[in-house]
């Protein structure tokens, strides 16, 4: 049972992020490095009344195990009936219980991070649901609703109590959304508080950060999300340092093309919503995160926003390429980039 948090190898996750980590994103980082997998969130009133609508979402091949299907919803027994059915169509190693999204949407239908705020709610989505399924069942959570309310010490002992196996802490409240920076201190905290495995996420985007956390806390393993769609690599260069102490060559340019590339052909390949056009307009955003981890990124972006077509891409390459030769990329990433001619 979650056999890959009880071995010496220190697993690091992909983080489930909605409209993101899709069935062809999460292959990629499997390639590149990822331990373990989830799927984005899916609603577990979605599972049971439109299969086919939501089913997609819980797509993923054989490869990618270990592998998480994430449910969210307010109603223990509704979601582990929601759970069963994910597990009659795909048993998927484990199925994770989202405590932490932010969302209005969700919140305000007593989901994601608002359980946090109702912990009798909570405890009672996890016992139901963990006594409904046959394979373990895991939780993600943020550390509380607010500055004022951090309890996730409490609510991580609480769902140990309720049967739950793991759980990841994502540092930061839900009056934080994104801003500020992850709290490893209530991290490591609540790792030292249950005897399941803790899972730390917030903030990681290097081999030096794993080791970093690592060291500090006794987490059991890493969650890595936003550093992955700039750079899908960091798994196996955060493996890499982990191993050798040693930072890795980053991704030259070249590959990073590539790479985005064959995210565009493979996206392609398995939509059953549209052609070329729909899908490159599609994933603009994607490609535009993927510009983060290049020098001259903002340039990118202002032709990524426009993109339409494969060849397009080679066209904004070959661009790309002339104006790094005469130097007028910035050096940096994410910096002020490219250099207007008439400068
Ligand atoms: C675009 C986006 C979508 C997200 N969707 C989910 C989700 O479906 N389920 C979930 O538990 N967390 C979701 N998250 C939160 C991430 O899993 C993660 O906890 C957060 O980004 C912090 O980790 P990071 O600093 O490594 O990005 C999402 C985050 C982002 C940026």
Known sequence: MLSWLHSEHFPLYLAPMAGVTDVTFRGICKELGADVLVTEFVSAEGILQRDDRTRHYTDFDDGQRPLG????????????EAARKIIDWKQPDFIDINFGCPVNKVVSKNGGSSLLKNCPLLASVAREVAKAVPIPVTAKMRIGWDAQNIN???????????GIQAITVHGRTRAQGYTGLA?????????????????????VASGLDVEVRRAQTNVRGIMIGRAAMANPWVFQEARHYLTTGQHATPATVEQRFALMRRHCELA??????????????????????????????????????????????????????????RGLVSQESDAD???????
């Open 69 to 80: 299907v994430q449910l969210f919803g307010a109603d223990g027994v509704r979601m582990g």
């Open 152 to 162: 996730a010490v409490e609510v991580a002992r609480i769902l140990e109590d309720c």
């Open 183 to 203: 709290d490893w201190e209530v991290i490591g905290q609540v790792a030292d508080a249950v005897k399941i495995p803790v899972i730390g996420n917030g903030d």
């Open 268 to 325: 392609i390949s398995r939509s059953k919503r549209g052609g070329e056009f729909e899908v490159i307009r599609s994933m603009r955003s994607r490609l535009m995160s993927y510009t983060r981890s290049i020098p001259g990124g903002k340039y990118l972006r202002g032709r990524f926003g426009q993109i339409a077509s494969l060849m397009e891409m080679d066209d904004i390459l070959a661009d790309y390429q002339t104006h790094q030769q």
């Open 337 to 343: 980039d490219v250099v207007t001619e008439a400068n």
